[in-house]
């Protein structure tokens, strides 16, 4: 298995998010979080922002799915500009559902 986390800007999240799901993933972890590329921030007018506001997205796939995946959001959250985002791909050991816990 791997682990698809996917850092995208704010304003693509739905569209990858569609995008996943008319590629068969529907089953995602969702946070806000704000941090900064190498671009440092931005410059708008005489404001610096530091930092920026970002989704990161983790998806767990099979090893075989890993290319849908990852196309899906490169196409969905790129907009050919800096600060697109990043994806990064790991080997996840395991995963298990917390519902089959029995609690005799």
């Known amino acids: 298995m791997k682990l698809v986390q996917a850092i995208v800007r704010p304003e693509k999240e739905q569209e990858v998010i569609l995008a996943l799901e008319k590629s068969g993933f529907f089953a995602f972890t969702r946070l ?3 941090g900064r590329g190498r671009q440092r921030g931005i410059q708008v007018g005489s404001v610096r922002y530091e930092e920026l506001q970002k989704i990161w997205l983790m ?3 099979e090893d075989a799915e890993i290319d849908r995946v990852v196309d899906a959001i490169q196409i969905a959250a790129c907009t050919g ?3 697109d985002g990043k994806i ?3 080997r996840l050991q395991e995963a298990r559902p917390i519902r ?4 005799d």
């Open 32 to 34: 806000q979080v704000s």
């Open 88 to 90: 990064f791909v790991s």
């Open 59 to 61: 998806i767990s796939c």
């Open 81 to 83: 500009n800096p600060g």
């Open 100 to 103: 089959k816990v029995r609690m």
